[in-house]
């Protein structure tokens, strides 16, 4: 099955600077790699995806790059707000039908 | 607003106990899945249904259990409750069959064991 690793799992970052997360895959077959945004309390909610025909998605103020080569992508946010605040999770899929999650980044944004 | 529902929001039982959480997918979505989240966790895959068939398992107890019924909903029976299995426990639903397809969250179902 596919193994997700996910770094750091704690980030804190100054409003208005940019907060980098990095998740690396096991199985090269994986075509699909959202993230998912946690806010306390809540459910996980996707925030944006990338399918491995690309390289790097943006929308607005987050970006998603991948580098299949290297088995690892990447969540940038730029411009931190406070309401960025949350648990960031990456997830990878398996051919087995499952969605393997990283263990999650707790990111806080410090006014 | 995902349009996966989820009950009951909150449930508190004892040690031993069994009890039966409930997912509706959103309306067309053939896959179930369900999650278990506790304390600072993750989201640890439990089971996976298509179409009222199992499709993958994760790393489920064997005193849970799941259905997915006719009409696409799905149970998630969890007896002989520990303290340990106190957790906040997620179903998510997607269109097709696999995790290369967007799943949608429903609320959770936060169960206390005492």
């Known amino acids: 099955g596919e193994n997700v690793e996910q770094h750091p799992s704690t980030l804190s970052v100054q409003e208005g600077d940019s907060a980098v997360i990095k998740c690396t895959y096991s199985d090269s077959a994986s075509n699909y790699f959202p993230w998912y945004k946690q806010e306390l309390g809540k459910r996980p909610q996707l925030i944006i995806d990338?399918?491995?025909?690309?390289g790097e998605k943006k929308d607005q103020r987050i970006a998603v790059t991948l580098n299949k080569t290297a088995k690892h992508f990447s969540l940038h946010i730029t411009e931190t707000q406070p309401e960025d605040s949350a648990v960031y999770f990456c997830?990878?899929?398996?051919?087995?039908?499952?969605?393997?999650f990283g263990a999650g980044t707790t990111v806080t944004v410090r006014a | 607003d995902s349009g996966v529902t989820q009950t009951p929001k909150h449930l508190i039982t004892a040690t031993g106990q069994r009890v039966t959480l409930r997912c509706s997918p959103r309306?067309?979505?053939?896959?179930v899945y369900w999650y278990q989240q506790s304390l600072d966790q993750g989201l640890q895959f439990l089971i996976h249904?298509?179409?009222?068939?199992?499709?993958a398992k994760g790393n489920i107890l064997e005193r849970f259990s799941a259905q997915q019924f006719p009409d696409l909903h799905s149970e998630l029976n969890l007896s002989s409750l520990e303290l340990g299995d106190s957790a906040l426990y997620f179903c998510a639903s997607s269109v097709l069959a696999g995790g290369w397809n967007e799943q949608f969250f429903g609320p959770g179902t936060r169960l206390t064991v005492l």
């Open positions: 309306s067309g979505d053939l896959s």
């Open positions: 249904y298509y179409n009222g068939e199992e499709r």
């Open positions: 990338i399918r491995s025909n690309v």
């Open positions: 997830a990878a899929p398996s051919n087995d039908y499952k969605l393997s």
